[in-house]
């Protein structure tokens, strides 16, 4: 089915895809894995929009996937180079504000995660 002409011609390419905007809230979310409906549930998308945004996220190596859950990628340089990421991420900052390095340092603990320090070893 094809959709109206007036809402194609006004929709902007500043809008967030689906694929950015699911990448943008497993990257703010990146503590933890989540499912295909949770995530939908949260960016207020159809599920079946974000079950076949992660299975494009997945084949670019930007999200990894086991079982039901969904994660972003631990890998930050690939992430970086995603176009949709810094337009994401510019999105996100205009409507919550960009973070605070200093704020988070002062809450950063003085120890490092034993994840990190077992790689040190």
Do not use: C
């Not at 007036?6 to 497993?26: A, I, K, M, N, Q």
């Not at 200093?102 to 950063?108: D, G």
């Amino acid at each position: 089915m094809s959709t109206d002409r007036d809402p194609f011609e006004r929709s902007s390419e500043e809008e967030l895809s689906s694929v950015d905007r699911v990448l943008g809230f497993l990257a703010t979310n990146d503590d933890g894995a989540l499912k295909a409906r949770t995530i939908a549930r949260e960016i207020e998308l159809d599920v079946g929009a974000v079950s076949t945004a992660l299975t494009r996220l997945k084949s670019g190596g930007l999200v990894e996937h086991k079982g039901t859950y969904w994660a972003v990628t631990s890998d930050e340089r690939r992430l970086a180079s995603h176009e949709g990421y810094a337009r994401a991420t510019a999105v996100f900052n205009e409507q919550f504000g960009e973070e605070d390095r200093e704020e988070w340092k002062e809450h950063a603990p003085d120890e490092p995660h034993p994840s990190v320090a077992d790689e040190d070893q």
